[in-house]
């Protein structure tokens, strides 16, 4: 076991080095390419990928109807969907990635990616990621833990929620995607607040028992005689 690891790691750092050469410079459109993107970042993450169903619970180009104040409704698509994980919005900016214009696109596409997060049928749940995706150039994070249709926040925070297509040939940044994928809830800070409370209580209560067994069975004897002298 432990030998094939290294040869996982290699082939993964492979993997992630051929999947940047193949994106970093890409120019075609955002119709042309997100599709394809997001499958072949599926195959680095080693996740499943999208597929058509019945439920429409994880595919591409996924209906919505938005219902709006004055009764009336319209027809939106979801470019990305996996019910309660991700809303995934995708684009192709024209501007460069170190721009106002650019940061202000992806500032519109997480809003777009937020309206159908908050779009979707109420007995679907709000997912707690919303993705925003510059095919070839970042993929911004943004979380809703109470999965209520709050705002959605960058995710692990404002410095870091951008992930660079470079930063994919990082272990802990494909990690972290990877949960987003299929298990959204593990990266919770709240349910991690908790685990680990719990793991330092156990830790304490362990420390205690130990304590106690290794302790001598006359030491209650001698503090307690001591406190008397001391008292005299």
């Known amino acids: 076991m432990t030998s094939a690891t290294p040869d996982i790691t290699a082939a993964n750092a492979n993997a992630a080095h051929a999947f940047i050469q193949r994106w970093q410079h890409n120019t075609a459109s955002e119709l042309a390419t997100a599709q394809s993107f ?12 999208p597929h058509p169903t019945p439920e429409q619970d994880y595919m591409f180009e996924r209906p919505i109807t938005f219902a709006h104040g004055d009764g009336s409704t319209s027809a939106g698509r979801i470019d990305c969907y996996r019910r309660g994980h991700f809303v995934l919005e995708a684009k192709k900016l024209k501007a460069g990635s170190h721009t106002k214009g650019f940061d202000d696109g992806l500032l519109r596409a997480r809003s777009q990616g937020e309206g159908y997060a908050r779009a979707l049928p109420s007995a679907e749940g709000r997912p707690p990621f919303v993705l925003v995706v510059d095919v ?24 870091s929620h ?36 719990r793991d330092v209580a156990a830790l304490l209560a362990r420390l205690a028992r130990s304590l106690e067994t290794s302790r001598p069975a006359d030491q209650p004897t001698r503090i307690f005689a001591k406190f008397r002298i001391n008292a005299i």
């Open 38 to 49: 997001v499958m072949e970042l599926c195959e680095l993450l080693d996740v499943a990928k």
């Open 162 to 197: 951008r992930i660079a297509l470079a930063d994919l040939a990082r272990p802990e940044v494909q990690d972290r995607l990877r949960r987003v994928w299929q298990d959204p809830d593990s990266l919770n800070p709240a349910r991690i607040s908790a685990q680990v409370t």
């Open 136 to 159: 070839g150039t970042v993929i911004e994070v943004y979380a809703e833990f109470s999965k209520t249709g709050g705002t959605y926040t960058p995710y692990p925070d404002p410095r």
